[in-house]
C-alpha cells in the first residue's frame, strides 16, 4: 500500500481491495453527493475497480483519506489527466459530512496538488465544481487556486479554477 501524503491529522494511501464497501459507502449520503454528476450504484463499483488497476500501472488515481487519530475513514481525493485539456491535471476531493469544516479539505487540496506537481509534467493543476458548491469554492481559494472563467459541461455552468505550478 503505497502513501502519498500524512500529517498529524490525516494520511491519504492507495484504498486496499476489502475496502471497496468503505468507498462505496460514502456516496449513499445525498448530502455528500449533491453537487457530484450522477452515478449509478454500479459505476460506482467500477470506479474502485477503476482506482486498484491505476494503482497497479501507476497512474493517477483516486485515494482513501483516513484520520490519523482513530483511522476513521475520511474520504476520498483523485488526480486525473482533466478532459477538457490533456495537458492539466484535474483534482477533486469527496468528504464524509462528519469532517465538514475542519480544514481538511483545504490541506487534501495542497496535498494532492503538490503530489501532482511533484509526478507529472504538468505546470497547471485545475479544480471544477458545481456553481452552487460555494463551499468548495472557498476551499479552493484556501488552498491557493485562483478562479477562472466558468465553464460549460453538458450544457451546465461549472466552476472553474486553476493553480500554476511556480505558484507553490
Known amino acids: 500500500?503505497?502513501?502519498?501524503?500524512?500529517?498529524?491529522?490525516i494520511i491519504i494511501r492507495e484504498f486496499l481491495p476489502r475496502e471497496q464497501q468503505t468507498?462505496?459507502?460514502l456516496f449513499k449520503d445525498t448530502q455528500v453527493t449533491k453537487y457530484l454528476p450522477d452515478a449509478?450504484?454500479?459505476r460506482y463499483v467500477e470506479m474502485f475497480n477503476e482506482l486498484l488497476e491505476n494503482y497497479k500501472n501507476k497512474n493517477l488515481s483516486r485515494w482513501a483519506i483516513f484520520d490519523t487519530s482513530n483511522n476513521d475513514f475520511i474520504g476520498i481525493c483523485?488526480?486525473?489527466i482533466f478532459a477538457y485539456n490533456t495537458n492539466q491535471i484535474e483534482i477533486g476531493y469527496v468528504l464524509s459530512r462528519k469532517y465538514w469544516g475542519k480544514g481538511i479539505a483545504t490541506e487534501v487540496?495542497?496535498?494532492?496538488?503538490q503530489y501532482s506537481f511533484a509526478n507529472t509534467t504538468t505546470k497547471e493543476v485545475v479544480a471544477i465544481t458545481d456553481i452552487n458548491n460555494s463551499g468548495s469554492q472557498n476551499v479552493?481559494?484556501?488552498?491557493?487556486?485562483?478562479?477562472?472563467?466558468?465553464?460549460i459541461r453538458n450544457e451546465?455552468?461549472?466552476?472553474?479554477?486553476?493553480?500554476?505550478?511556480?505558484?507553490i
Not at 1 to 9: A, V
Not at 140 to 151: E, S, T, V, Y
Not at 156 to 167: D, H
Open 1 to 9: 500500500m503505497s502513501i502519498l501524503y500524512q500529517s498529524p491529522k
Open 23 to 25: 468507498f462505496l459507502d
Open 109 to 113: 487540496c495542497k496535498a494532492i496538488v
Open 78 to 80: 483523485v488526480a486525473r
Open 140 to 151: 479552493l481559494q484556501k488552498a491557493g487556486f485562483l478562479r477562472l472563467d466558468n465553464l
Open 40 to 42: 449509478t450504484p454500479e
Open 156 to 167: 451546465e455552468e461549472i466552476a472553474y479554477f486553476m493553480i500554476k505550478g511556480s505558484l
